[in-house]
Structures are given as C-alpha cells and as structure tokens.
C-alpha cells in the first residue's frame, strides 16, 4: 500500500503477534501504518478458504466502470459502493463468507424527495411522466 500522503511504502502494524512460519494473521484492528504518520484502516482478511485485500478488491472493481461512485463506505471487510442509481455491497463479513450485492432503483415512485431533488433519479422520473 502506498501513503497517501507522502507516496512511500506503507507497512502493516497488525494487532495480534504474528509467527513469521506461517501466513499472517489478519484481524479488523490492523493498520495500514507510514514513517510520515499517516494511517489507515487495513482491510485484509484470510481465513480457512483463501484470502484477499478489500481495497484492491474495490480498486479493481471500480478499473471496470466508466462512473465515479458517489461515495465508497467501509465496515470491516465489507465495502458499500454507492452511484446514483446503484448500490454495490461486496466483501468478506469476518466468518467463513464472502458476498455480494447489487440493489438499483427498481421502484423510482417511492424515492425521497431530497433524491428527486438533487437528480438521482433523473431517468427514472422522465420515464414515469405520463404523457411525455
Ligand atoms: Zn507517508
């Protein structure tokens, strides 16, 4: 992982004591930790079945899409991705599975005002006028 701050390597300070043998022991209290100070929450997880990086789970995912998500909020190893259209809810729930979900806005006559307002559902409204 790269600071974001400075650019250099960052290193993991993981929270429980690790035995160089074997893989390492990821827990949801690891850091992402640099010499310039700068931190972050670090999001990788294994278990009996494999392993992976949420972050660069998310890196990828985003590589494919020609939209910029909103917002992209984290809750241990799992990752909500929102767009004004979509939300994308993926990752590894910290016992045994992974997942993931994708909800669109499948019933635009029900969204609050504040989202018609700001044009979340822009294309949704224009198909729902009558007459047009
Ligand atoms: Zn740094």
Redesign the pocket.
């Known amino acids: 992982m790269i600071?974001?701050?400075?650019?250099?390597s960052?290193t993991i300070n993981f929270a429980w004591e690790q035995n160089d043998e074997e893989r390492p022991h990821y827990s949801h209290e690891d850091e992402w930790i640099?010499?310039?100070?700068?931190s972050m929450p670090c999001r990788r997880y294994s278990d009996w079945f494999g392993g992976d990086d949420l972050h660069k789970e998310v890196a990828n995912y985003l590589e494919g899409l020609d939209e910029q998500p909103l917002r992209i909020l984290y809750s241990g190893f799992m990752v909500c991705v929102i767009f004004p259209q979509e939300v994308a809810v993926f990752g590894y729930d910290g016992s045994e599975y992974c997942h993931s979900f994708y909800f669109t806005n499948e019933e635009p006559e029900i969204q609050p005002f504040l989202a018609q307002l700001l044009g979340f559902d822009t294309l949704a409204l224009k198909d729902g006028e009558p007459n047009s």
Do not use: A
């Open positions: 600071c974001r701050k400075c650019g250099k960052m640099c010499s310039c100070g700068f």
